[in-house]
């Protein structure tokens, strides 16, 4: 049975249930990053044992929607606590570009899509990107990020928001879903992108907005934003020009999304379902565990570099770094985090060619944002709209009461 061995004192075993607060005044900073360890596996149901001088933590089979959602909320709380003081000066700002609900009841909803440019884009996209149980994070290297208003109203209300970045390299479901080896994706993974925000805000969402902003990723129009910013850019790692967009990767942390399953705009399916990551990540640790980690290997001259281009992600490293120092196998930590839908939304008809070097000419579907919005009325806002509890829901929504 796989399972992490951690040697640690007798006289602090009984501590690991100590959840709020593990004080350093009289633990060593390896004890304490082991008792944080074990205090983040034990809230995710990790069966603890011992054996002699030695803890086992082993990992459950499979985590339950309910854990991974108390897990986000912890992670989020903690973020936004960190931010309090930012988000309470913003706030009203948030609220001035929200609508009134009785007006979206009578609005035609005309989405046109804002890239954040100015210092208050960039603002309200932040903010609301607070809105979610998902903790809130950002992408390093290639970034676009949108706000998608309602120019069918005057004030022009945000509907919702959304955010390509960089893909990550080595998602091995993926690389086998489009047919790539190691040297293929590294020629061409430059011509996808990750959508890592993509989200409807009240009172939008209750009429399935998120549905809507997803279509829309899917248009021209995003096509061009992003050939547009870097048509004349060089990547970083591999100083290639990523000024073409074949398709954009997603993920759902539940597995399969309500949001992104058989989304279709007529008979093409938008969102192709390519199964679920192994779970390798690092969504389940603390940040205080991550920082305490971070102090130990400080101890021990151990800095681990953090900036764009030095490989895989600087926690995963530090993870490893820390495993390396405590004398525990990383790979069983990083290997049980939470499984991730993947989903991979087409931009070409030719996608797998192009992205295999097959053909050079791209042959974009150039859906229109008008036709994929038109389709979204027709398929889910007019049934919506029959649902008496939902309009109820959002006629009675104010902006003055939206809160983080």
């Not at 309500?258 to 007529?266: F, V």
């Not at 290997?297 to 151990?302: A, F, G, P, R």
């Amino acid at each position: 049975m796989e399972a992490i061995r951690l040697k640690i004192d007798h006289s602090i075993i009984n501590r690991t249930e100590d959840i709020p607060g593990i004080s350093s005044d009289c633990l060593s900073q390896e004890n304490k990053v082991k008792l944080l360890i074990i205090r983040d596996l034990i809230k995710l149901n990790w069966a603890v044992s011992f054996n002699g001088d030695k803890i086992e933590i082993a990992p459950p089979q499979e985590y339950s929607k309910e854990t991974i959602k108390e897990t986000m909320s912890f992670k989020r709380k903690e973020i936004i606590d960190q931010n309090r003081t930012w988000i309470n000066n913003h706030i009203s700002l948030a609220r001035q570009n929200l609508a009134q609900g009785k007006d979206v009841l009578n609005s035609n909803i005309e989405p046109v899509i804002e890239v954040c440019e100015t210092q208050k884009q960039h603002d309200l996209f932040r903010i609301f990107r607070y809105y979610w149980s998902s903790p809130y994070s950002d992408y390093v290297g290639r970034r676009i990020k949108l706000i998608i208003r309602d120019k069918g109203l005057p004030n022009k209300p945000i509907i919702g928001i959304a955010a390509l970045g960089s893909p990550i390299i080595h998602i091995p479901e993926r690389d086998e879903f489009i047919g790539w080896d190691k040297d293929l994706r590294t020629q061409n993974l430059i011509y996808t992108m990750d959508a890592y925000v993509i989200g409807a805000l009240p009172p939008y969402n209750l009429l399935l907005g998120g549905k809507l902003i997803s279509m829309l990723l899917a248009s021209k129009e995003v096509r061009k934003i992003y050939e547009k910013k870097y048509k004349d850019r060089i990547t970083i790692i591999d100083q290639k020009v990523s000024n073409k967009l074949v398709g954009i990767f997603t993920t759902s942390l539940y597995g399969k999304s309500s949001q992104y399953n058989r989304l279709k705009y007529k008979d093409t399916l938008l969102y192709e379902p390519i199964g679920h990551t192994k779970g390798f990540g690092t969504l389940h640790l603390s940040k205080e565990t991550i920082q305490e980690m971070v102090r130990l290997l400080k101890m021990h001259n151990k800095v681990i570099s953090h900036s764009f281009g030095d490989g895989p992600s600087w926690v995963m490293r530090i993870i490893r770094a820390s495993g390396d120092l405590l004398g525990f196998d990383p790979k069983i930590l990083l290997n049980h985090s939470f499984k991730r839908g993947i989903y991979f939304a087409p931009l070409a008809k030719n996608y797998k060619e192009i992205l295999n070097n097959q053909e050079k000419k791209i042959d974009y579907y150039n859906y229109s944002s008008n036709e994929l919005t038109n389709f979204w009325k027709d398929r889910w806002l007019k049934n919506r709209k029959k649902n008496l509890s939902i309009i109820s829901e959002i006629y009675n929504f104010n902006p003055e009461c939206f809160e983080i």
